[in-house]
């Protein structure tokens, strides 16, 4: 099935640790996300990629960093920078807009 | 500027109602407007979306009216289902600067009472 797939569903991080999210799609679309989300807020943007090999900082960048090295695939690092790590994490993809998006990881601290 | 602000927070509807939940933006450089619907646990669907030569759409049971001059747009949800029972956000973008970059509203959750 075509779509968004973002692993594992739900990851806890230790303090000082950094931790990888997942995502990957077989949509072939050119542009991807990545989101958090809070309770009662809206998603927030941290980074997107318009193409391999470049990305551009969203609104709340600080403490993540991205890379996207292939077209399916495009991780999302949170550093022992992030404070304020827990939240659901989300990523989409689309042509021109964030058209689908994954299931989300949730992140707690340990 | 980059806000959108979106309304009721929550709302409570009953079988076969209309539910109406309203948004309101700043920046005039606004050109996309979709709706997202989220079920507890899943990432947003992309519901319907509108850009501003138009100012209604309508798919199914689901409409947005778009008001430019006052830079309104809200969504319809005709013959409310339980099923409908979700969070709805709003968003908007600046397609041609921003690349798909989106505002979202904070979210409206509706439950449709059988």
């Known amino acids: 099935d075509g779509g968004i797939t973002q692993s594992p569903k739900y990851l806890f991080r230790k303090e000082g640790q950094n931790v990888t999210l997942s995502c990957e799609q077989n949509l072939n679309h050119d542009a991807m996300y990545w989101y958090r989300q809070d309770p009662g807020q809206g998603l927030r943007l941290i980074y997107y990629?318009?193409?391999?090999?470049?990305?551009q900082k969203g609104d709340i960048a600080e403490g993540y960093s991205v890379s996207r090295e292939k077209k399916e695939s495009f991780p999302l690092t949170v550093t022992s920078a992030q404070k304020n790590p827990t939240a659901f994490y989300l990523c989409?993809?689309?042509?021109?807009?964030?058209?689908?998006f994954g299931d989300g990881t949730r992140l707690s601290i340990l | 500027q980059q806000q959108v602000k979106q309304s009721p927070q929550s709302l409570i509807v009953q079988k076969g109602g209309i539910s109406i939940i309203n948004c309101a933006y700043e920046?005039?450089?606004?050109?996309?407007f979709p709706w997202y619907q989220q079920f507890p646990g899943k990432g947003p669907a992309l519901l319907i979306a509108?850009?501003?030569?138009?100012s209604e759409k309508k798919e199914g049971r689901f409409t947005i009216s778009f008001n430019k001059s006052a830079k309104q747009f809200s969504l319809h949800i005709m013959d409310s289902q339980p099923g409908d029972s979700a969070t709805y956000f709003c968003a908007a973008s600046d397609g041609g600067t921003s690349y798909g970059k989106l505002t979202f509203g904070q979210g409206t959750i509706l439950t449709v009472h059988p």
């Open positions: 989409a993809g689309g042509f021109n807009q964030p058209q689908h």
């Open positions: 920046n005039t450089a606004f050109d996309y």
């Open positions: 990629s318009q193409i391999v090999n470049d990305f």
């Open positions: 509108i850009r501003p030569d138009v």
